[in-house]
């Protein structure tokens, strides 16, 4: 059974810095396309980063370009999202997402529960 628990998210002020982390289990991320999208109320969900399944590749929505950073931890099994200079505008709930073993590249298949970022000014 494969599981996705998101956890660090938090309140905090403009610029501030939070880290995300999403622990897989019954799954082994390293290898694996995996991706952090976020959702605010009223707006439609949106990718905000990928790690790509080869060459450490990454992708990052531009409104998040220069101050979010993906990353895995495959002793872990665990995927991070590194949050800085954070803006009211990141204000969402944060979700991960990883395929299935059954196809290949980025398809998102699994998702986790989400955890709540809140940036106040």
């Known amino acids: 059974q494969v599981q996705l628990m998101e956890s660090g998210g938090s309140s905090v002020h403009t610029g501030g810095s939070l880290r995300l982390s999403c622990a897989a289990s019954?799954?082994?991320?390293?290898?694996?396309?995996m991706g952090w999208f976020r959702q605010a109320p009223g707006k439609e969900r949106e990718i905000v980063a990928i790690?790509?399944?080869?060459?450490?590749?990454?992708y990052y929505a531009d409104s998040v370009k220069g101050r979010f950073a993906i990353s895995r931890d495959s002793a872990k099994n665990t995927v991070y999202l590194q949050m800085n200079s954070l803006e009211p505008e990141d204000t969402a709930m944060y979700y991960c997402?990883?395929?299935?073993?059954?196809?290949?590249?980025?398809?998102?298949?699994?998702w986790g529960q989400g955890t709540q970022v809140t940036v106040s000014s």
């Open positions: 019954g799954y082994t991320v390293n290898g694996r396309c």
């Open positions: 790690i790509y399944a080869t060459g450490g590749l990454t």
């Open positions: 997402a990883a395929p299935s073993n059954l196809v290949v590249g980025c398809r998102w298949d699994y």
